[in-house]
C-alpha cells in the first residue's frame, strides 16, 4: 500500500528517498505507483518491480476508509487489463491519476463520491486478472528466458509464447507445473481458469477503445449493430448460439452497459455513425422486429446518433457482403477497427489493414441513404407491423 502525494516528477526521473522515507512518493501527470504495484506498464518506468508495499501516512483520526473497486481499466498505453482498489475518507480523493485510459472511469467512480481535486488518495492494487501479463511479469523478473521455461516445463518455445500472448490458456496440469516453477502457489491455475469462464476476452480491447472514441463507425449487413440493439432483439440474437446457454442475462448486461458507456452516457456521449443493410431490419419475430423499429427510430433522433440504410434492391454486389466490421475514431485521431466472424472476433491495428476498411466503408457509405429518407424507410417498416 502507497500514498499518492500530487507533486512534480519527470517521465524518466523519480526523486530518489532513503528506506524510511519511502512511504510517500511525489507523484504526478506521468508517474504513478509502478514501485508499490509491481506494474511494468504504469508510469516513469524506473520504479522497483515486485517490491513490497509500504504503509501511508494516517488519512487522519476518526474517518473511516470509503472503499471501492474500479474494474476493467487498462494499464498504461499497451491496455493490459487492471483492476484498483481506493481507500481514502470521504470528500479527500483525487482526480489526479494515471493515463486517458481510465480517465472516465475515474470520473465517474470517484464524481459520484465528492470528489475534491488535489488531495491524498490511497491506492491498492489487486493481483492481476489477465494471465498473459502475469507469466510476463513472472519471467522478467526472475531474468528467464522463453526457451528456459519450456526446458523446464518440457514444452515448445512456441507454446510458451502464445501462453504470454493469451493466444492460449494453460490447462490444469500446466498451469500447476508454471505455479511450482515459479513458486506462486495456485496463483496462475486461479488465473488460467478465471480465463477459461472468461468467454469473451478478445472483445476487451474493442470494448475500450469504443469508449474512449470520438467517433465510431459501424456496417452491419445482417444484424442491427450491438449498440443500437434493444433489450428483446439482443436476447433473440444470444438465444441462437448454443454455447451461450445459461448465460444469456449476463451477455445483455454486458451490451447494455457498452452501450451506457457509450452512445448513452450524459456526458460526451460517443458519436454513432451506423449503416445498416435493409434485410437486416426484416429479419425476426414480428414483434421483436417492431420493437427494434421503434427503437432505432428513437435513437435516431439523438443528435450524435446517424442511422443509414442500403437498400436491398440497390446495393447489388459489393465489399460490404464480405461482412460486419467496426472503426473507432479517437479524440487524437487514432483510429482501431475490429470485425467479427461466427466465433470470436479480432482486432484491426495495422495502418495497411486499417486502409482496407476505410476503403470498405467509403464504398458503403456511397450506397447508403441519407439519414432522412433512412428514416423514413424505417418508420415505413414500422407501419407494416401495425
Same mark, same amino acid.
Given at each position: ?21 519511502? !512511504? ?5 501527470e506521468m ?14 518506468g ?8 509500504l504503509a ?21 498505453a499497451?491496455?493490459?487489463?487492471t ?23 475515474w ?9 475534491r ?25 526472475r531474468?528467464?528466458? !522463453?526457451?528456459k ?17 493469451g ?5 490444469? %496440469?500446466?498451469? %500447476? ?13 486461479d ?16 470494448v ?7 467517433l ?7 444484424l442491427?449493430?450491438?449498440?443500437? !440493439? ?13 454455447r451461450?446457454?445459461?448465460r ?7 451490451r447494455?452497459?457498452?452501450?451506457a ?11 454513432l455513425?451506423?449503416?445498416?443493410g ?9 414483434d ?12 435516431g ?6 442511422i443509414?440504410?442500403?437498400?436491398a ?28 466472424? !461466427? ?21 458503403i ?9 433512412s ?12
Amino acid at each position: 500500500m502507497t500514498e499518492v502525494v500530487p507533486g512534480q516528477c519527470h517521465q524518466r526521473r523519480h526523486r530518489q528517498r532513503s528506506q524510511s522515507q519511502r !512511504q510517500v512518493r511525489p507523484c504526478g501527470e506521468m508517474c504513478r505507483l509502478r514501485s508499490a504495484m509491481g506494474c511494468p506498464f504504469l508510469g516513469c518506468g524506473n520504479g522497483r518491480r515486485g517490491s513490497p508495499a509500504l504503509a501511508p501516512r494516517a488519512l487522519g483520526k476518526g474517518r473511516p476508509p470509503l472503499t471501492g473497486t474500479v474494474h476493467g481499466g487498462t494499464c498504461g498505453a499497451r491496455g493490459h487489463p487492471t483492476r484498483w482498489t481506493v481507500m481514502a475518507p470521504p470528500s479527500t480523493f483525487t482526480l489526479d491519476h494515471h493515463g486517458q485510459e481510465t480517465e472516465d472511469r475515474w470520473h465517474s467512480w470517484i464524481g459520484q463520491r465528492g470528489a475534491r481535486p488535489n488531495s491524498r488518495v490511497v491506492i491498492i492494487m489487486s493481483d492481476r486478472h489477465d494471465l498473459p501479463h502475469r507469466l510476463r511479469q513472472l519471467r522478467a523478473a526472475r531474468r528467464l528466458s !522463453q526457451e528456459k521455461i519450456a526446458a523446464a516445463l518440457n514444452v515448445s518455445k512456441s507454446l510458451v509464447q502464445q501462453f504470454e500472448s493469451g493466444k492460449l490458456i494453460p490447462q490444469e %496440469d500446466t498451469a %500447476d507445473r508454471l505455479d511450482q516453477y515459479f513458486g506462486t502457489g495456485h496463483e496462475i491455475r486461479d488465473l488460467a481458469k478465471a480465463a477459461r469462464e472468461d468467454r469473451q476476452p478478445w472483445l476487451r480491447p474493442w470494448v475500450d477503445h469504443e469508449r474512449r472514441a470520438l467517433l465510431v463507425r459501424t456496417w452491419e449487413p445482417m444484424l442491427i449493430p450491438g449498440l443500437l !440493439q434493444c433489450e428483446a432483439y439482443m436476447r433473440a440474437v444470444f438465444s441462437t448460439v448454443p454455447r451461450n446457454a445459461g448465460r444469456i442475462d449476463e451477455l445483455i448486461a454486458a451490451r447494455c452497459a457498452r452501450q451506457a458507456n457509450t452512445i448513452l452516457r450524459e456526458e460526451n456521449p460517443v458519436a454513432l455513425s451506423a449503416i445498416i443493410g435493409e434485410m437486416a431490419l426484416r429479419r425476426g419475430p414480428r414483434d421483436i422486429v417492431k420493437g427494434q423499429l421503434g427503437h432505432l427510430v428513437d435513437m435516431g433522433h439523438r443528435p450524435h446518433v446517424k442511422i443509414r440504410l442500403v437498400l436491398a434492391e440497390s446495393e447489388g454486389i459489393h465489399v460490404g457482403l464480405s461482412g460486419s466490421f467496426n472503426i473507432a475514431t479517437m479524440p487524437d485521431g487514432r483510429r482501431f477497427g475490429h470485425m467479427d466472424d !461466427q466465433l470470436t472476433g479480432h482486432p484491426v491495428t495495422s495502418h495497411s489493414d486499417l486502409g482496407h476498411l476505410e476503403l470498405a466503408w467509403e464504398e458503403i457509405d456511397a450506397l447508403a441513404l441519407p439519414v432522412v429518407q433512412s428514416r423514413d424507410v424505417i418508420l415505413r417498416m414500422l407501419d407494416e407491423h401495425k
